[in-house]
């Protein structure tokens, strides 16, 4: 199975820490790579109570795309990251197709999008930790200047409570 990660799951030391601390195995993620997801974007509409803040988040957007890390994984090691995400109480499974550096598109992938009732109205800013996973990923599988430039851009702050 594929799965396209665009938030902290872009970090190999924490997506594998995670499992791993779940009883896991890790070996069950491999093979990271960059990949793009078109006619979505990235947005903080999320609060977060394990982290205190903003989580990253996808919606639908014609002409806009997200950059990402495309894992290998196993139903086993699916199972450990729909508990990190929560799902299907905070995030759900979406089916999606992303491309590769070569342009191919790859059709039977899966990434997590939060859920209607989760959804904030606003912004929610996270962390400076979180944002920095993410920064460090987008260097390492080498994004585009102009993915980094829009993750640069992301304010981080605390967060309050839930909006009513």
């Known amino acids: 199975m594929h ?26 993620v491999s093979n990271p790579r960059w990949a793009r997801l078109d006619d979505w974007r990235l947005v ?36 450990f990251i729909d508990r990190k995400e929560g799902c299907p109480d905070c995030y759900q499974r979406v089916p999606v197709r992303v491309s590769d550096r070569e342009g191919q598109l790859l059709p039977d992938v899966v990434t997590y999008e939060v859920v209607p ?17 993410m920064k460090r990923a987008a260097l390492k599988f080498g994004f585009s200047e102009e993915y980094r430039e829009v993750l640069n851009a992301i304010e981080t702050a605390n967060c309050g409570k839930r909006d009513a």
């Not at 959804?119 to 400076?128: E, L």
């Open 117 to 133: 009732k989760r959804k904030r109205t606003g912004f929610c800013p996270p962390n400076r930790e979180y944002l920095d996973l």
């Open 3 to 28: 799965y396209f990660a665009y938030g902290s799951n872009m970090d190999q030391e924490e997506l594998t820490r995670k499992i791993q601390s779940e009883g896991g195995d890790p070996s069950g």
């Open 44 to 79: 903080f509409n999320y609060f977060s109570e394990r982290r205190r803040a903003g989580a990253a988040n996808i919606e639908r957007a014609q002409g806009r795309w997200v950059e990402g890390v495309l894992w290998d994984a196993t139903e086993e090691a699916m199972h």
